[in-house]
């Protein structure tokens, strides 16, 4: 299977304080597919590490109220175009995340609330019916 992954998972210093979400199942998983790792925010031009975001309504602010929508939607654009081409047959993403979380995301408080709602890019492969499953889901934790 051709299995597109969020970066973070795999151990790629891209989460906003510089680190990572490193899932050893997840890698021990994928041992035998073909793995596309992406990161949407870095794909957008943020930098790393980089103020933390949130969705809010439409928009996605950082931690400071800075809008930052237009480098998610451009590096969900960018990252579901890989998606496109390299014709993924599954995405397993980070929860959570205003880019990657899928079903649930922060509430946009900053408080680590968390509401229903799907991320940037996750509603990005959602409108695509690109298969999605969350990395803290129970075959993974
Ligand atoms: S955008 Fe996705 S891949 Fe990048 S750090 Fe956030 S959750 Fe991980």
């Not at 014709?87 to 979380?101: E, K, N, T, W, Y």
């Not at 649930?104 to 408080?109: C, K, L, Q």
């Not at 408080?111 to 799907?118: A, E, K, P």
Request: aromatic share 6%; glycine share 8%; with cysteine.
């Amino acid at each position: 299977m051709r299995i597109l992954v969020s970066a973070c998972l795999l151990g790629y210093n891209c989460k906003y304080n510089g680190k990572n979400n490193l899932n050893k199942k997840i890698v021990e998983l994928l041992k035998d597919h073909e793995v596309i790792p992406v990161c949407p925010e870095m794909l957008g031009g943020l930098c790393c590490p980089r103020i933390p975001c949130e969705k809010v309504g439409d928009r996605i602010l950082d931690k400071e109220g800075n809008d930052c929508t237009k480098q998610f939607i451009k590096g969900a654009e960018i990252a579901l175009n890989i998606a496109k081409e390299k014709q993924v047959d599954i995405a397993i993403l980070q929860r959570r995340s205003p880019s990657c979380g899928y079903s649930v995301i922060y509430d946009g408080t900053f408080t680590g609330n968390l509401v229903t709602g799907s991320g940037v890019f996750a509603q990005m492969l959602q409108d695509l019916n690109i298969p999605i499953m969350e990395a803290e889901s129970e075959k993974f934790v």
